[in-house]
T-cell receptor, first 118, second 113 residues
Framework: AQKITQTQPGMFVQEKEAVTLDCTYDTSDPSYGLFWYKQPSSGEMIFLIYQGSYDQQNATEGRYSLNFQKARKSANLVISASQLGDSAMYFCAMREGRGNTGFQKLVFGTGTRLLVSP | KAGVTQTPRYLIKTRGQQVTLSCSPISGHRSVSWYQQTPGQGLQFLFEYFSETQRNKGNFPGRFSGRQFSNSRSEMNVSTLELGDSALYLC????????????FGPGTRLLVL
């Protein structure tokens, strides 16, 4: 069963507008972490933001915020004030388990390609 | 602090050959994970090394192997290359294993002809 689902293959937004990239996940482990990465055409995966399953507040990092709805198992990325440099692929990922026995394996979604226009 | 580095960045091989890719983690990071990215299969976990020991392995054939050295640098090896091994191979490092963010390198693009 697919554990991370990104239903938007592509999104288009104008510069300075906000955009939401969707991510839903599936796990039975009470302890997990959710990540968003950005992948420009160069290929490098750039870490954007992290949300732990026990975190009470939604994570924020500059223009990035994560809309974490635990009951709905969703972890949407919100980018405020889009910039041209935000054009890239965006991946949602999950890691299950905790402690030193927790897996470091990340499971990725299929990604959303974001295009920001002037 | 320097990021994760991977060498080489680009590689062209022919079927049947073998290849070794190298990854140097961020200074002080002890966990190194490898991922394969292809258009068809997306991003898939290959394996993770911590303290020179393989801790976790993805669903890949035995042709894919790796190791980690005492300085935390890691190498992965693919033997008897197949056309389907053409991919972007990404290495990621983290300080420890538990509850840690993984930081990725620029990747090695492997083309198998």
């Amino acid at each position: 069963a697919q554990k991370i689902t990104q239903t938007q293959p592509g999104m288009f937004v104008q510069e300075k507008e906000a955009v939401t990239l969707d991510c839903t996940y599936d796990t039975s482990d009470p302890s997990y972490g959710l990540f968003w990465y950005k992948q420009p055409s160069s290929g490098e995966m750039i870490f954007l933001i992290y949300q732990g399953s026990y975190d009470q507040q939604n994570a924020t990092e500059g223009r990035y915020s994560l809309n974490f709805q635990k009951a709905r198992k969703s972890a949407n990325l919100v980018i405020s004030a889009s910039q041209l440099g935000d054009s890239a692929m965006y991946f949602c990922a999950m890691r299950e388990g905790r402690g030193n026995t927790g897996f470091q394996k990340l499971v990725f979604g299929t990604g959303t390609r974001l295009l920001v226009s002037p | 602090k320097a990021g994760v580095t991977q060498t080489p960045r680009y590689l062209i091989k022919t079927r049947g050959q073998q290849v070794t890719l190298s990854c140097s983690p961020i200074s002080g990071h002890r966990s190194v994970s490898w991922y394969q990215q292809t258009p068809g299969q997306g991003l898939q976990f290959l394996f993770e090394y911590f303290s020179e020991t393989q801790r976790n392995k993805g669903n890949f054939p035995g042709r894919f192997s790796g190791r980690q050295f005492s300085n935390s640098r890691s190498e992965m090896n693919v033997s008897t290359l197949e056309l389907g091994d053409s991919a972007l191979y990404l290495c990621a490092s983290s300080f420890r294993r538990a509850q840690e963010t993984q930081y990725f390198g620029p990747g090695t693009r492997l083309l198998v002809l």
